[in-house]
């Protein structure tokens, strides 16, 4: 007879111990956690996350989050302008001042000009490999790694909650707000556990009174009585698991104790209670759906949160006519007063106008709040903040007055955690084109955030069958940053 270990001996005909075990967790946990438990990983990989956090790197921030504005912002029109384009090409909006002598971004801008001593903008960020479509290029800077590779790699965010963890024990290390735009499909975790997955908060309006998170709450007919019944349960059943060499048995523990900490601590719908935020801070950020998801970005930070994602755009409403996908996608009609849906409109079908509230309006109003607000709770100082999007417009209107997929130049913002700011770094030509002096690439983006939080990229991750990865292995640290 095959040696059986006692995780599987028969409770009772045609239920184990370990299928018990699963079975009881999927019980009281929601079903988006619950989720998480189809695969626990290898318990080598765990060991090797828990020496292989922190090393001789630089380690200046403790968290991170990163603004994802999805669809591809036109640099030209924002942080890198360009007057001296030809007219027929050149955007509408006009360079301004910042409150950095010489430093100058667009007058979409206004409110970020405020801020702009906090933070320091990559005109040069291009790609070396073409990825040009909206899915590929946001899976190419969630991960700072080009896909199609061999082996899928994990987003940064993944990587960062594996060999970091967080210091909030009832909240996922790896949060993402509301993760329900059109490329959210993207994330990744490679190689990596599903444990390791990004949470995603979803939401279509979180400016909605009733808005809140699914999936943190008892499932229908269980109280927490009867959770703390059965995770005891759990725990007279696991008596013996971690010694047995079953594997993921601590794993699988973890979990639990997770899940139980996510369950039951107050604090927890407390991190996304923006009700509780005071309405001049709900105002400041803006009342529609992109500042108050900015707002939910910093609430989870003050939490404690390792890695927190914000992937937005303003819902369609009666508000928007014309207006189905709000994305930075602007093939046509980029510079409309209103929707984007014009005789002749083809690729941008959904847009509204890159200068109206929905677009720019809004992002200017949260961005720098969000930096003036973190800046006064002290978040600044251990928190890198990265504004990022997947590429950039082509310096040059088509015929439908839009600007289409530009992946050879763009632009992305740091702040925080020490980065000098005040500074431009990289140069694009005088069309915005081609980058033309310090050309940086998503590896350099991912390599600079592992080298802030301090994760030794010299010291590979594995595999399942044993493969050594090195994180971003052809990136570069943004040294300007440090």
């Known amino acids: 007879m095959p040696h059986q270990s006692s995780a599987d001996l028969p409770l009772r005909e045609g239920l184990t111990r370990r299928c018990l075990l699963q079975r009881s967790a999927r019980s009281f946990v929601g079903i988006g956690l619950g989720g998480m438990l189809s695969s626990l990983g290898n318990p080598s990989l765990l060991a090797a996350a828990a020496s292989g956090g922190h090393g001789k790197h630089f380690g200046r921030a403790k968290k991170v989050l990163v603004i994802l504005e999805q669809g591809g912002l036109s640099h030209m029109d924002t942080w890198d302008p360009k007057p001296d384009a030809p007219a027929e090409h050149r955007s509408i909006y006009k360079p ?9 971004f667009t007058e979409l801008l206004s409110k970020t000009a405020k801020v702009a001593d906090k933070l320091a903008v990559v005109r040069s960020m291009c790609h070396k490999i073409k990825v040009d479509d909206h899915p590929r290029g946001t899976q190419y800077i969630l991960s700072g790694e080009v896909p199609g590779g061999p082996v899928e790699m994990p987003d940064i965010g993944s990587v960062v909650a594996y060999r970091s963890g967080s210091s909030c024990d009832y909240l996922p290390p790896y949060i993402m707000i509301p993760g329900n735009h059109e490329q959210s499909a993207m994330t990744r975790t490679g190689y990596l556990p599903p444990s390791f997955a990004a949470f995603k908060t979803t939401g279509k309006d979180l400016a909605d009174p009733q808005w809140k998170v699914p999936n943190l709450s008892f499932t229908t007919g269980i109280d927490q009585r009867r959770f703390r019944d059965r995770r005891e349960l759990l ?10 060499g079953v594997p993921g048995a601590e794993a699988m523990k973890t979990f639990y104790d997770q899940a139980e900490n ?5 604090n927890t719908m407390g991190a996304f209670d923006l009700q509780s935020e005071p309405d001049a801070t709900r105002e400041r950020y803006g009342r529609g759906h992109r500042g108050q998801c900015y707002l939910a970005g910093r609430k989870l930070i003050e939490s404690g949160v390792r890695f927190v994602t914000v992937d937005v755009r303003e819902p369609d409403s009666s508000k928007t006519p014309g207006g189905s996908n709000l994305n930075w996608d602007h093939h046509d009609y980029i510079y409309a007063n209103g929707t984007c849906n014009l005789a002749g409109a083809q690729g941008g079908v959904g847009r509204y106008g890159i200068g109206t509230w929905w677009m720019m309006g809004s992002t200017d109003q949260a961005f720098s709040a969000l930096i003036e607000d973190m800046d006064q709770r002290g978040l600044l100082a251990d928190t890198l903040v990265c504004f990022v999007t997947e590429f950039g417009r082509t310096p040059r209107l088509n015929k439908t007055k839009g600007r289409d997929h530009w992946p050879n130049a763009y632009s992305i913002v ?3 955690a020490g980065v000098p700011g005040g500074q431009i770094i990289g140069e694009t030509d005088s069309e915005g084109g081609y980058v033309t002096e310090r050309p940086y690439t998503p590896e350099d983006y991912a390599a600079t955030v592992y080298e802030f939080l301090g994760i030794d990229r010299e010291k590979p991750l594995f595999t399942p069958d044993g493969r050594p990865i090195f994180l971003a292995k052809k990136g570069e640290v943004i040294r300007a940053l440090i």
């Open 96 to 104: 301004i001042r910042t409150n950095v002598p010489g430093m100058h």
């Open 235 to 244: 725990s007279n059943l696991d008596i013996g698991l971690a010694t047995d």
């Open 262 to 266: 996510l369950l039951t601590n107050p």
């Open 414 to 416: 740091f702040a925080g």
